[in-house]
T-cell receptor, first 115, second 109 residues
Framework: EAGVAQSPRYKIIEKRQSVAFWCNPI?????LYWYQQILGQGPKLLIQFQNNGVVDDSQLPKDRFSAERLKGVDSTLKIQPAKLEDSAVYLC?????????????FGPGTRLTVL | GQQVMQIPQYQHVQEGEDFTTYCNSSTTLSNIQWYKQRPGGHPVFLIQLVKSGEVKKQKRLTFQFGEAKKNSSLHITATQTTDVGTYFC?????????FGTGTSLTVIP
């Protein structure tokens, strides 16, 4: 079975620019997660979708970050405008159902550098 | 503040020595998951514990969930160089899913 796909793998932008990341979860997985992992820290959940609805976005900086999962399959995460402190790896994960009881499968991540 | 703490933050061991990381939550967890992240890689699921006092083993790895469901531990017996990486616990100390702060394991051959 194919794993979680993410693109791009790497992105370098200047502060105040915009950037978008794409994630395609494992086929049939209802729940999709976006995490931010700053170097040396654990992943921080930004947003969790179940199908195309938002379950939790309490830690998403909504003034600059947005995410959508329109058809309940793939998802995009956008940052506009980017700040230096947004430099991190953005991880996408998916699980069959609600993550509290299900294994999360992670994609390879997108490493963002903001200059 | 951080909801799920892990100690130690770093651990260097000689190959063949044992290793333990401890995970502590400020509130009761419905369940706890453990992940391993190799350097430059992404988190990979290891195991999930659900019941109070539960103990599970995977070869040289032993996972334990505390009686109060607020803490957990991962013990590796006779470490190998393939055990290198950061070990994270994760769960719901409330309504939000949190990863712990992680323990980075270095194994010296």
């Amino acid at each position: 079975e194919a794993g979680v796909a993410q693109s791009p793998r790497y992105k370098i932008i200047e502060k105040r620019q915009s950037v978008a990341f794409w994630c395609n979860p494992i086929s049939g997985h209802a729940t999709l997660y976006w995490y931010q992992q700053i170097l040396g820290q654990g992943p921080k959940l930004l947003i969790q979708f179940q199908n195309n609805g938002v379950v939790d976005d309490s830690q998403l900086p909504k003034d600059r970050f947005s995410a959508e999962r329109l058809k309940g399959v793939d998802s995009t995460l956008k940052i506009q405008p980017a700040k230096l402190e947004d430099s991190a790896v953005y991880l996408c994960a998916s699980s069959l159902d609600r993550g509290g009881t299900d294994t999360q499968y992670f994609g390879p991540g997108t490493r963002l550098t903001v200059l | 503040g951080q909801q799920v703490m892990q100690i130690p933050q770093y651990q260097h061991v000689q190959e063949g020595e044992d290793f333990t990381t401890y995970c502590n939550s400020s509130t009761t967890l419905s369940n706890i998951q453990w992940y391993k992240q190799r350097p430059g890689g992404h988190p990979v699921f290891l195991i999930q514990l659900v019941k109070s006092g539960e103990v599970k083993k995977q070869k040289r790895l032993t996972f334990q969930f505390g009686e109060a469901k607020k803490n957990s531990s991962l013990h590796i017996t006779a470490t190998q160089t393939t055990d290198v990486g950061t070990y994270f616990c994760a769960g719901y100390p409330g309504n939000q899913f949190y990863f712990g702060t992680g323990t980075s394991l270095t194994v010296i051959p």
